[in-house]
């Protein structure tokens, strides 16, 4: 979907690309084929365009493509990127820096789940983090990508999908749970656990040292960015079907890959109860 795009260019709105689209102009191949006539007055400057995407493209440049596209149209990302995302959810000991700080990252590129914990190897998420070119997050934008710059000092330069804004133009608002449950999600046994359960984890884990905790509190972060993932698929291929590519270019939704932590029904419990081990 991304090489159908043109709303990206300076001048070029949603209308103006589909009206591109009903003229046969579907891609930016297309672009710099097309006669002068059909693409109009402002067909240099469109063709410069094409240019420049189809070189930023081949540099996987999905920063740029992310800065250009408009708020609403950053799910068409994903497709080009797809294979060199990582889906990322943070846990906090509060809302806000530098009075909370970070206690785990999860990180998810479709293979395999990466976990960083405070104390530990927290500091490691910058330099994988650079390997890859698009960031997908739940509320990212506003949460989790500045707590991290903040508390890492690190920059996030990939190019990033936040889901929460991805699902709200599809009139899909609410939380990730929420969004989960309508869709049929099932947490199984992390279900009803809360980024306020996991505070009372790494608190209890801090005080008692039981790597049980730990794991629990991981098995959930684990969890968030295992579900982003067809999460992201889910919305893709909504968002395409408002376009002419939905038979063509619509993507087979993997299912919620299996957690690699397990959430200990003890540690749960000593939390929500407050008692230590």
Request: aromatic letters at 10%.
């Amino acid at each position: 979907m991304l090489k159908n795009t043109f709303c990206h260019l300076p001048g070029v709105g949603a209308g103006t690309e589909r009206s591109l689209w009903d003229k046969g102009v579907l891609t930016w191949e297309d672009a710099l084929d097309a006669p002068q006539k059909l693409l109009g007055k402002n067909g240099d400057r469109l063709r410069r365009g094409a240019e420049e995407s189809l070189a930023r493209l081949e540099s996987a440049d999905a920063a740029w493509f992310g800065g250009s596209l408009p708020a609403n149209m950053q799910w068409r990302l994903f497709d080009p990127f797809r294979c060199n995302a990582a889906y990322v959810d943070i846990e906090t000991t509060g809302l806000s820096w530098p009075s909370a700080h970070v206690t785990t990252i999860a990180l998810y590129d479709g293979r395999q789940v990466r976990t960083y914990v405070h104390g530990r190897n927290l500091h490691d998420f910058a330099e994988d983090m650079a390997a890859y070119d698009l960031l997908i997050t739940f509320n990212g934008k506003c949460f989790d990508v500045p707590f991290l710059e903040r508390a890492l000092d690190m920059r996030m330069t990939a190019g990033h999908v936040d889901l929460r804004y991805v699902f709200r133009a599809l009139g899909l608002g609410g939380g990730l749970k929420h969004i989960e449950h309508c869709l049929g999600f099932d947490r199984g046994e992390l279900e009803g656990v809360d980024g306020y359960m996991a505070v009372l984890l790494w608190n209890l884990f801090r005080r008692t040292g039981d790597e049980r905790v730990l794991e629990t509190l991981l098995a959930y972060n684990a969890e968030d960015v295992l579900t982003l993932e067809p999460l992201m698929y889910h919305a893709y291929n909504r968002h395409l079907a408002g376009t002419p590519f939905s038979q063509t270019a619509a993507l087979s939704v993997p299912p919620v890959a299996p957690n690699p932590f397990r959430a200990s029904p003890h540690a749960l419990r000593e939390a929500r109860s407050g008692a230590m081990f």
